[in-house]
């Protein structure tokens, strides 16, 4: 790792980050994640594997790999199947600005994304590079 970037693997089942839902109670009325008991713990393991202590305030290039459980018939080689790929993205990067990795997440001017299935004996998770953007 150096300040011009960082990589890292994070382990687990990747969680999307859905739609948003109304909530309403005593005249109040919010808006939440329709999957917020699962993204808010994924989201939390996310930014604390961000905390590196660098944080990218400049354009970067953000790769992202996920790998998904396999299901016990896959109907492609891939994971063409939800979940989808923005938002599984869309997780991650928030996790990233949420752990201090990114300053703001409008700071992507370049994102990789590609969805897998794990080869025999690899965990499920998602591997993340963040570099300094370069126009080379």
């Known amino acids: 790792m150096t300040s011009d970037a960082v990589s890292f693997f994070i382990e687990g089942v990747p969680v999307p980050q859905g739609s948003k839902t109304v909530s309403q109670a005593k005249g109040r009325a919010w808006l939440r994640d329709a999957n917020a008991a699962r993204l808010k713990p994924w989201r939390h393991v996310v930014a604390t594997h961000a905390d ?36 599984l ?5 928030d996790g990233l600005t949420d752990g201090g990795l990114l300053a ?20 499920t998770g998602v591997g993340i590079d963040v570099t300094e953007w370069s126009n080379q």
Do not use: E, H, M
């Open 52 to 87: 590196v202590g660098v944080t990218f305030d400049c354009p970067v290039t953000v790769t992202l790999s996920f790998v998904l459980p396999r299901p016990q018939r896959p109907r492609w080689p891939v994971p063409a199947v939800k979940p989808d790929i923005d938002k």
């Open 89 to 93: 993205s869309r997780a991650i990067l």
């Open 104 to 123: 703001d997440d409008a700071r992507v001017v370049d994102l990789i994304v590609r969805k897998r299935y794990p080869n025999p004996g690899d965990p």
